[in-house]
C-alpha cells in the first residue's frame, strides 16, 4: 500500500484503487501517524494535534477514530502490506508501522537527502536527483513546466496540519531553487525558461524567481525577454505598494550593461529559505539600506532590444562592470520594501535613512 502527504491524504493499494479513508478527522489521524515515521505517538500528542481547542471527549473520540481507521487499512488477512495494521504501541499510543517507501513525503526527502550528499563539483547528477525529488509532488511521478506544487494535506485544518504543510512547501521550494540554479550551470536556459515564467506568473511579486528568469533570459542572449519580465514583476510591486529589493535592482542593471560578472546564476541561501516553524512569531529585522540614486524604472528602457537575440545600443553603464554580485538573493532582502507614497516617488538613500520624494532630496 502506498500512502500519499504531498496533496489529499490518500492511501493507494496495490492494485491502484483507492481506499477510503473516511471523514477529515480520519485522514488527519493517518497524516499524523505516517509523519512519525513508525514512531509511536503518545494519545496526548495525538490529541493536541487533531484539536485546537480539545473536546472532554476527546481520549475516547481518538479510539473511535484509531478503531474506524484500523478497520478501513486491514486487508482481509489482517495487515497493511504484511506488516500489522496499526495496533497501539504502548498503553498511551499509537503507531503506523509502514515503510519509508510507501510513503511519498519520505520519498521526497530521502531523494533530497541523497541529492545533498554528493560531493561539490557535481550539478548534472545534483539536478538528476533534485528531480526525482520533486517528481514525488506530481502525480505520477512526470514533471512538466508547470513546477508548482500540490498542497501537501489538502483539505484538512488545524494548527498542526498548517504547521506541517508549510514545512514541507518549504522543503519543497529550496530543493527547487536548488535543482533550478543547478541546472542554470549546465547552460539549460533555453529548458527551464518557460518551467520560470509559470513559476513567476504564479506568483509575480516573488523576487527570487524573477531573478533566477531575468539570469537565464540573460544567459540565453534575450535581453528584451528580461526587460519585460522585470517590467511585469516592477508593475506587480508597484499595484502592492512595494519596490523591488536593491540586489534584484542591481541584477537588472548588470543585465542592462551585459556586464561579464554575470557568468553564474544568483546565488541563493537555502538555510534561509527554510525556516523551521516559528515557536513565537516573526519580529521583522532592520530595513535593509538602498543605494543613494533613484531604484531603476523598467519603462525608462522602453528602448531596450525589441527582438530576443539581436543587439541594440546599450544605455551607458551606471555602475562599475566589473563590480562582482554580492551573494544574493536571499529570503530577508527579496521580500521587498513597503512604502505610501506616490506613483512617481522613489525611494532613496539619505544620511542612512530612507526616506521616499517625488525627486532627489537636496
Not at 500540490?150 to 508549510?166: H, I, K, S
Not at 562599475?320 to 544574493?328: E, L
Request: with cysteine; charged share 20%.
Amino acid at each position: 500500500m502506498e500512502f500519499r502527504l504531498l496533496g489529499p491524504v490518500q492511501a493507494i493499494t496495490g492494485d491502484g484503487r483507492q481506499t477510503d479513508l473516511g471523514p477529515p478527522m480520519h485522514r488527519l489521524l493517518l497524516a499524523v501517524l505516517l509523519a512519525a515515521d513508525g514512531r509511536p505517538v503518545p494519545a496526548d500528542t495525538l490529541i493536541t494535534r487533531l484539536w485546537d481547542h480539545q473536546p472532554a471527549t476527546a481520549r475516547d473520540l481518538l479510539h473511535g477514530y484509531a478503531s474506524k481507521l484500523r478497520a478501513r487499512l486491514t486487508t482481509p488477512t489482517g495487515a497493511v502490506d504484511d506488516t500489522p495494521a496499526m495496533p497501539p504501541a504502548h498503553e498511551h499510543g499509537y503507531r503506523l508501522p509502514v515503510a519509508r517507501h510507501q510513503v511519498d513525503a519520505h520519498r521526497f526527502h530521502d531523494a533530497l537527502a541523497a541529492a545533498r550528499a554528493l560531493p561539490p563539483g557535481d550539478p548534472a547528477t545534483t539536478a538528476r536527483l533534485l528531480r526525482q525529488a520533486l517528481a514525488h509532488w506530481h502525480p505520477h511521478g512526470r514533471v512538466g513546466d508547470d513546477l508548482r506544487p500540490a498542497e501537501p494535506l489538502a483539505g484538512l485544518g488545524g494548527a498542526w496540519a498548517e504547521d506541517y504543510r508549510a514545512c514541507l512547501l518549504g522543503e519543497h521550494r529550496a530543493a527547487l531553487l536548488e535543482c533550478l540554479r543547478a541546472e542554470l550551470t549546465l547552460d539549460r536556459h533555453g529548458a527551464i525558461i518557460p518551467q520560470l515564467e509559470h513559476l513567476a506568473r504564479a506568483d509575480p511579486t516573488d523576487e527570487t524567481i524573477t531573478a533566477l528568469l531575468l539570469h537565464a533570459c540573460h544567459q540565453a542572449g534575450r535581453q528584451a525577454h528580461a526587460t519585460r519580465a522585470y517590467r511585469e514583476h516592477y508593475d506587480h510591486l508597484r499595484q502592492a505598494s512595494l519596490v523591488p529589493s536593491p540586489e534584484l535592482n542591481r541584477l537588472y542593471t548588470q543585465i542592462l550593461n551585459n556586464d561579464p560578472a554575470l557568468s553564474r546564476p544568483p546565488h541563493t541561501d537555502i538555510a534561509r529559505l527554510t525556516p523551521p516553524v516559528p515557536d513565537r512569531p516573526h519580529t521583522p529585522g532592520p530595513l535593509p539600506t538602498l543605494p543613494a540614486t533613484p531604484l531603476p524604472d523598467p519603462h525608462d528602457h522602453d528602448d531596450a532590444d525589441s527582438v530576443d537575440g539581436e543587439q541594440s545600443q546599450r544605455p551607458e553603464p551606471t555602475t562599475d562592470p566589473g563590480t562582482a554580485m554580492p551573494p544574493s538573493p536571499t529570503l530577508g532582502s527579496l521580500i521587498g520594501i513597503q512604502v505610501n507614497s506616490g506613483p512617481g516617488a522613489r525611494v532613496y538613500n539619505v544620511g542612512g535613512r530612507m526616506t521616499v520624494h517625488e525627486a532627489p532630496p537636496s
